[in-house]
């Protein structure tokens, strides 16, 4: 707890001064201007990741995680196949979804582009996959999940890695107006509290990050390591981008009905991966997992 509230509280103060660096670096430099377009709860999700990919390091010592191995980057198992396999089915089932919003009338394509800007949208596509893939389930299923994992057991740390996820992407999902001051960051995170209460808004978006956790932890547990869902997240990051590259929303109103359709991506995801590892691969003791032989993190 202590390691969640340093990183929410020391983002909430960094994000508005990085905010106001962005906006005098695109005035100085316009090659910055890229950067100075974000909005500002942009900055604060993105703060939160890297403070808290920075805290890992201690984080992992303090919880006597010595290994790769036991932060579930297990290079004994079949890598390249489980993150394979994880990709094209991820890609996969929501280009599938994608195909089906466009037949329901829930998406258009959008104009036709270039082919520099398909080029573009489809490189930028790739290194978000795989860094968005690697980074986030390093730090929700393999730091924290396992965190919870060998003290309480693993459904328990199934339920409190999820929540953990959807929160922090719900950040990306609130809008600030307000002033940037340095207490902006601490209200984005108020105002990302209460629209979680904010049932008919805000609902059908949260449930869907929930159900994207589970079948996350699900992978992490039933696979024994962290390539599946490495393959998977990296799969769902690469259709999205295609998704806002290639089609719009027809009607704001119709995000209600997509986001059916993703729960039901997921839970055909779900399925799959629960026949392909029929097995449990991931069962040791909880507070045995340390003593496993494997390369040193240090």
Same mark, same amino acid.
């Given at each position: 707890?202590?390691?969640?509230?340093?990183?929410?509280? /020391?983002?909430?103060?960094?994000?508005?001064?990085?905010?106001?660096? =962005?906006?005098?670096?695109?005035?100085?430099?316009?090659?910055?201007?890229?950067?100075?377009?974000?909005?500002? $709860?942009?900055?604060?999700?993105?703060?939160? &990741?890297?403070?808290?990919?920075?805290?890992?390091?201690?984080?992992?010592?303090?919880?006597?995680?010595?290994?790769?191995?036991?932060?579930?980057?297990?290079?004994?198992?079949?890598?390249?196949?489980?993150?394979?396999?994880?990709?094209?089915?991820?890609?996969?089932?929501?280009?599938?979804?994608?195909?089906?919003?466009?037949?329901?009338?829930?998406?258009?394509?959008?104009?036709?582009?270039?082919?520099?800007?398909?080029?573009?949208?489809?490189?930028?596509?790739?290194?978000?996959?795989?860094?968005?893939?690697?980074?986030?389930?390093?730090?929700?299923?393999?730091?924290?999940?396992?965190?919870?994992?060998? /003290?309480?057991?693993?459904?328990?740390?199934?339920?409190?890695?999820?929540?953990?996820?959807?929160?922090?992407?719900?950040?990306?999902?609130?809008?600030?107006?307000?002033?940037?001051?340095?207490?902006?960051?601490?209200?984005?995170?108020?105002?990302?509290?209460?629209?979680?209460?904010?049932?008919?808004?805000?609902?059908?978006?949260?449930?869907?990050?929930? =159900?994207?956790?589970?079948?996350?932890?699900? =992978?992490?547990?039933?696979?024994?390591?962290?390539?599946?869902?490495?393959?998977?997240?990296?799969?769902?990051? &690469?259709?999205?981008?295609?998704?806002?590259?290639?089609?719009? #929303?027809?009607?704001?109103?119709?995000?209600?009905?997509?986001?059916?359709?993703? /729960? &039901? #991506?997921? /839970?055909?995801?779900?399925?799959?991966?629960?026949?392909?590892? $029929?097995?449990?691969?991931?069962?040791?003791?909880?507070?045995?997992?340390?003593?496993?032989?494997?390369?040193?993190?240090?």
């Amino acid at each position: 707890m202590l390691y969640l509230g340093g990183v929410l509280g /020391v983002a909430a103060l960094a994000a508005p001064w990085i905010y106001l660096l =962005a906006q005098r670096l695109a005035e100085a430099w316009p090659v910055c201007e890229v950067l100075a377009h974000h909005p500002f $709860r942009r900055y604060v999700s993105r703060c939160l &990741m890297v403070l808290a990919l920075a805290g890992l390091w201690p984080l992992l010592r303090s919880l006597r995680i010595r290994n790769w191995t036991d932060l579930g980057l297990d290079r004994s198992r079949p890598v390249a196949r489980e993150t394979g396999a994880g990709f094209t089915v991820g890609v996969g089932l929501f280009l599938g979804l994608l195909l089906l919003s466009v037949f329901l009338d829930l998406r258009e394509f959008s104009p036709v582009k270039s082919p520099g800007r398909v080029v573009g949208l489809l490189a930028g596509g790739v290194v978000s996959a795989g860094a968005v893939g690697i980074l986030e389930e390093i730090l929700f299923r393999g730091a924290l999940y396992g965190m919870v994992r060998r /003290v309480h057991g693993w459904w328990l740390a199934m339920g409190f890695s999820t929540v953990i996820y959807a929160v922090s992407h719900f950040l990306a999902r609130v809008h600030w107006e307000g002033a940037i001051g340095w207490a902006a960051g601490f209200g984005v995170l108020g105002r990302s509290l209460r629209a979680l209460l904010e049932v008919r808004g805000f609902l059908p978006e949260f449930l869907v990050l929930l =159900a994207a956790g589970f079948v996350l932890a699900q =992978a992490r547990e039933r696979s024994g390591s962290l390539w599946l869902p490495i393959g998977l997240h990296a799969g769902w990051v &690469m259709g999205r981008k295609l998704a806002d590259g290639f089609t719009e #929303m027809v009607d704001p109103g119709a995000a209600f009905a997509e986001s059916l359709l993703s /729960v &039901m #991506m997921l /839970v055909l995801t779900a399925v799959w991966v629960q026949w392909r590892h $029929r097995t449990v691969l991931l069962r040791e003791t909880p507070g045995d997992a340390h003593d496993e032989p494997g390369e040193s993190l240090a």
